[in-house]
């Protein structure tokens, strides 16, 4: 049995960041080569710290869903995830036995040799008849100076596409280091030109600054006074959102796993978590603001408080993937990146077999069946505000600052709409809901939620209000 985790970046405001690691994740359990693809993100559920346990093998492989090596894939998810290491992934990826897993940590997606062929796609797709007499490409990166890897990546592929003699020059530009994006017309001599952003996603830099700095009206602009004559420039989507890169994080994961023939196994704990919760759901159970019902062979889940409304009142879902989707905002249309917040929307029910209710759960509540369970068997282990407060850095490290009166204050008023219960901070959970408790459900550690409010106190940024 094998896993694959997909690690993205999330965001506690924007509900669509996740989205590409959605995408890819359901792109590549299509092709069935893992019994499992699961994702994790820093800033939504499951996250860093909870999403191995989510895991059901004990063999699991990692990949960093980002663009360039930094601070994001060498310092945070090594760090939060526990891998026991911190710096440069070394290219053979890291690999480490936590728990009884055997875990393999790659380098990103991004920095894959392979990512060139993306980049040749994306040329192809603007300008399907480039040729190497009149066509120049550009390998637009982000750049920065606290990150010199971010830019060794372009000029790398830039250069592997410059040996393919597929176009007359290849030049890697930047947004925010030299040489800068806006000094293309004096650089570039051919007449047509085609500009692939070597970016994640599709988002402000792609869509705003980089068209402003180029001076572009569209994916097809004419300049006809620049420097070297007349020069149409074509502008490609991000190498990101290509579909070809679920084939480059194929590579990565089978890379990882080397010579390794044998497979891992069931994870004990996960299995005996889910066995358990599967019990309950056949007796009909509430958990969190849902309920589950078996039906005729199948399950139907629905908010708790849709209980008693007649099916054709609701809205019905058949997979997983819709319960995702209708469960990702509020009622007022924010999103939520805490599942556990009592936020959920009504008025909808879902109609699954065993498989789709056990993934649909997963989406619903991340890690909850498992850490739920663990509680109950004692082996849930709450982290102490001052260790998780200890383990920031970057723009977080000033949560250490925070008084115990200022994290209190702020949990007070976020933990207050969450469901879960703060072991972290000494409170007790006698029940959970496998003991029909609906709402019992544990708080293991401050999540990065709180975190991130804890931080805006500090800064004396938060005003009143929960936040969520
Ligand atoms: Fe909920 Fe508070 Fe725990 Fe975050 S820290 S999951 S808001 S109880």
Known sequence: MRSLVLIGHGSHLNGESASAVYRYAEMIRARGLYDEVVEGYWKEEPSLRQVLKTTAST????????????YFTETVIPREM?????????????????????????????????????????AHEALPDASPEDTALIVLGHGTTRN???????????????????????????LDEDPKVGTWPELVKAPRVVVVPFFASEGWHTLETIPEDMGLEGPVTTFADNPHGEQT??????????????????????????????????????DAAWTTFMDRAREGLRFGEVMVQPQSGMFELRHALDEGRPGHELQTLVTPEGVRDQTRRDEGGHHRPVHTLRNM???WRAVLDEGDLMRAVQYLYPAVIEETYAHTCHTLRPTPWATTARRQTGIYARVQKATPAQVEEVAADVCSGCLRTRLWAGDKLPQTFFSGVPGAIPCAEACTFLVAEVREEVAGKRGGGSGH
């Open 59 to 70: 063999d699991v492989t990692v990949i960093p869903m980002f663009i360039s090596e930094g």
């Open 82 to 122: 526990g891998l026991g290491h911190q710096g440069p992934v070394p290219p053979e990826g890291v690999a480490r036995v936590l728990g009884g897993r055997t875990v393999r940590y790659t380098l990103p997606y991004g920095v894959h040799p392979s990512m060139s062929q993306v980049i040749l796609a994306r």
């Open 148 to 174: 010199e890897n971010s830019n060794k990546i372009v000029y790398q592929n830039a250069g592997v596409l410059r040996q393919t003699g597929q176009f007359a020059e290849v030049h890697a530009l930047f």
């Open 233 to 270: 420039v074509y502008y490609a989507k991000p190498v990101g959102t290509h579909s070809a890169v679920a084939d480059v994080i194929l590579h990565l994961a089978e890379e990882a796993a080397g010579a390794s023939t044998s497979d891992g196994d069931t994870e004990r704990a996960h």
């Open 345 to 347: 929307p009504r008025g």
